[in-house]
């Protein structure tokens, strides 16, 4: 089959997805040209658990011992109320002893797929895109200024994509009703350094840690902390210190003994998520990935996986010589790229 013909592709978002879209179009010979809103791009969040599939993109791209060597493996995942009642115990041995999950830093993951991204690099930060020609691949940034036109358009600007619509209504858009407040502290003599651990007050409340190993220029293993509780109640100036400590050391008394250097609420970010599934995920020459394309509660522990696995099945399709490429896209994750990268790594139980 001859090869496809270099493509000017451009990317709107330079989060997760939108690097690994551009490191891996870069790589395959593209010319990925990115928009990011943010004058200064940045990761957003403190850790997180990647799964198998999307660590076998980053095998794919040359990145999985680089990862491996600042993430923490996760070979269990563990939930039980603060009664003592087991609710969770999963353990990715018993699926297949060669796999595992990576408690991984989100500056750790940005910082290598920066770095990655080779050659002649176009970034447009500070630059919002307002508006999405679809049929002829044309931008239209806030400042009215047009920008194309390109073959392709991968819209990758997060959960609450101000681009998602202009492809299509959606089936599914409306913010999740549980948020978080969240925080990096030292994994120092953490009882459970190989797994996410998690506390549940009946369905109303959750306490979760999750070892995030270190992030380039700082080795300090750190772990990644989350507390979640109703959007309502995410409200920092109504957020007394002294309740929410009591109420952390009533679930889960080690957690709370880990953030007493943290102040409250001051110390913890705060997050609001969506649940977002379009009708239709590609439109002339426009696709969906990431958040943008399917946004969903990271309790479901697919939170970075999927906007790390999304760009694969693009970078393979934008390889075939097609007049209709978005139409060939999957929007599954790379399952086949998981059994391959499992077939030949070995000692992965965590």
Known sequence: MARARALHIAIVGYGTAGQAAAVLLAAD???????????WPGPVGAG???????L????????????L?????IGRLYGRTAAGRAVMDMRYRELDPRLFGLGLQRGALFSILDSAWQGARALH???????????????TDQQGRRHGPYDLVVVADGAASALRGQLGPARLDRPFPWGARWCLVDQGGW???????QRYVSARRMAGMLPVGTRPGDARPLMSFFWSEPVSALDSAACDEGAWRRDLAAVWPEAADCLAPVPVPAGLA????????PRDWHRGRAVLIGDAAHAMSPQLGQGVTWPCSMPWPCATTCARPSRSRCRRV?????GSAAATWASTTSGAAG
């Open 56 to 67: 076998a993109v980053l095998w794919r791209m040359g990145l999985l011992d680089t990862v």
């Open 270 to 277: 705060v997050a609001r998520y969506r649940d977002t599934v």
């Open 125 to 139: 930060a500070g630059c919002a895109i307002a508006a999405i020609d679809c049929e002829r691949g044309l931008l």
């Open 191 to 197: 009882a459970w350094p190989g797994e996410l651990q």
């Open 29 to 39: 010979g593209h010319v990925p040209e990115v928009f990011e809103r943010v004058p």
């Open 330 to 334: 999957s929007p599954a994750t790379p």
């Open 48 to 54: 997180f658990l990647l799964q198998p599939t999307g």
């Open 69 to 73: 060597g600042h993430g923490r493996r």
